[in-house]
């Protein structure tokens, strides 16, 4: 079974600043997702990605495959990014299941 | 498109009572999951699907069964409920796979006691 290690856990950041999450696994992967939960809200994807970087606005995600480990980049950030943003992982060819970090909380103060 | 579609939004329920939470998607996707998120845990898989007629258990299957008769409806039902089934259930699809992007319904919140 895949483990997924998210780092920080919870994060407090002041409006403008760079902001970086943190995703590590232990398995080789097919894809690596990241989502974005608002309070009392639902889950949507920000990013798939096997390899590379992908980036989406003030969004940034990368990953490298060789040390099983991605980054999710918020540039300039505001507080309407304030949410909990999860990683989950495809283990591989065959496997029909997703395994999900605890998610990482962020709070960005104005 | 409505995208992926949950009901009902809030339950309520007493301990042994039975239910069916519903999830439909109107994309034509082969692949759709149950999970559940408590506090604290990451989301957990329960049961998911690949296809019409094809389910298989996820993580923590207990206390629930599913079925595909359609590509577009994929129901949870809860056989007995106890206090522990307590939690926020979303249904998710994608177009094949868990590699695919993947789709969230706006979840169920239910509470047994």
């Known amino acids: 079974k895949n483990e997924v290690e998210q780092s920080p856990q919870n994060l407090t950041a002041q409006e403008g600043e760079f902001i970086t999450i943190n995703c590590s696994y232990s398995?080789?992967?097919?894809?690596l997702h990241w989502l974005q939960q608002h309070p009392g809200g639902g889950i949507v994807s920000l990013f798939m990605l096997s390899s590379g970087k992908k980036k989406h606005g003030r969004l940034i995600a990368t990953i490298n495959i060789q040390e099983k480990h991605s980054s999710l980049h918020i540039t300039a950030s505001h507080p309407r990014d304030s949410a909990v943003y999860i990683c989950?992982?495809?283990?591989?060819?065959?496997?029909?299941?997703?395994?999900f970090g605890k998610g990482t909380k962020l709070s960005v103060i104005p | 498109n409505a995208g992926v579609t949950q009901t009902p939004k809030f339950q309520v329920l007493k301990t042994g009572q039975s239910m069916t939470l519903q999830c439909a998607q109107d994309m034509n996707h082969e692949y759709m999951s149950w999970y559940r998120q408590d506090p604290g845990m990451g989301l957990r898989l329960i049961h998911y699907s690949v296809g019409a007629g094809i389910t298989d258990q996820g993580e923590v299957p207990n206390g629930y069964n599913v079925s595909r008769s359609t590509t577009e409806d994929f129901p949870l039902r809860l056989l007995s409920a106890a206090p522990s089934q307590t939690s926020v259930y979303f249904c998710?699809?994608?177009?094949?796979?868990?590699?695919?992007?993947?789709?969230f319904g706006p979840g169920t919140r239910l509470t047994v006691l």
């Open positions: 398995v080789g992967i097919s894809a």
């Open positions: 998710a699809s994608s177009l094949t796979a868990p590699y695919n992007e993947q789709f």
């Open positions: 989950a992982v495809s283990t591989g060819a065959g496997s029909y299941q997703l395994t």
